[in-house]
């Protein structure tokens, strides 16, 4: 097997991600008095819980493109992309939460990685098949 630490650090960060977002919503549910399975009431609750549900929706994307992209391109390029995309989402988390308004740049900053790391593993699939 080889080895891809690069793109293993990044999922591991992803999945860090995915836990404090999970712990956010969990705090603002105590906090605002939000029972579970409630997914609406105060809009402090409600910004945390769209954050974690869209990371973990862009999440689901992004790291199979980030795995074919290590694999098939490289580790370095992977890992790179892949840490410019946690970047995105941590920016667009902590502006998510303050302002709704202001998500923009960490959301786009992370669909840029994202799209790298698509059309890179789209790269890497045809020139494997194209042999």
């Not at 999945?15 to 008095?33: I, K, S, W």
């Not at 409600?46 to 994307?61: G, H, K, P, S, Y």
């Not at 795995?67 to 989402?89: H, K, P, Q, S, T």
């Not at 059309?119 to 042999?131: E, S, Y």
């Amino acid at each position: 097997m080889s080895s891809l630490p690069l793109a293993a650090f990044v999922t591991l960060l992803a999945v860090l991600l995915l836990f404090v977002t999970a712990l956010n919503v969990g705090r603002a549910r105590v906090r605002y008095g939000i029972k579970a399975p409630a997914v609406s009431g105060h809009e402090v609750f409600e910004r945390a819980f769209r954050i974690q549900m869209n990371t973990l929706e862009n999440t689901v994307l992004m790291l199979p493109a980030l795995w074919l992209y290590a694999g098939l391109i490289g580790d370095r390029g992977a890992g790179m992309m892949g840490i410019v995309w946690l970047v995105g989402r941590v920016w667009y988390a902590v502006a998510y939460q303050i302002n709704p308004d202001k998500r923009g740049g960490g959301f786009g900053l992370a669909m840029l990685a994202f799209a790298g790391l698509w059309f890179g593993a789209l790269w890497g699939v045809v020139r494997v098949m194209a042999h």
